[in-house]
């Protein structure tokens, strides 16, 4: 099964960027899709960014544009590249990885504060 640990968080102003990363341990990661859900406090937790193994995309419509998800089998990390950060992305940032179930990140705070 496999492991993820996030990184890439942090307190950014706004326009500025940030990249998330999230380092798959344990299975095939490969054989995985990925993806970017965030919460921020006393909203539901959403969709940011999906990418299949076959590294097809989806992006929620707040992320269009400015967000770019991507991964790199060779090193079992996915990122999430983030450009032109709104104080309205202030959120914890959950990585997951889904195959037959999902499993989830441990978190990483994204501030975004002038």
């Known amino acids: 099964q496999v492991q993820l640990v996030e990184s890439g968080g942090g307190l950014v102003q706004p326009g500025g960027s940030l990249r998330l990363s999230c380092a798959a341990s344990?299975?095939?990661?490969?054989?995985?899709?990925m993806g970017w859900y965030r919460q921020a406090p006393g909203k539901q937790r959403e969709l940011v960014a999906h990418?299949?193994?076959?590294?097809?995309?989806v992006y929620a419509d707040s992320a269009k544009g400015r967000f770019t998800i991507s991964r790199d089998n060779a090193k079992n990390t996915a990122y999430l590249q983030m450009n032109s950060l709104k104080p309205e992305d202030t959120a914890t940032y959950y990585c997951?990885?889904?195959?037959?179930?999902?499993?989830w990140g441990q978190g990483t705070q994204v501030t975004v504060s002038s």
């Open positions: 997951y990885a889904r195959q037959l179930t999902t499993i």
């Open positions: 990418i299949t193994n076959d590294d097809r995309t």
């Open positions: 344990g299975s095939i990661f490969s054989r995985y899709a």
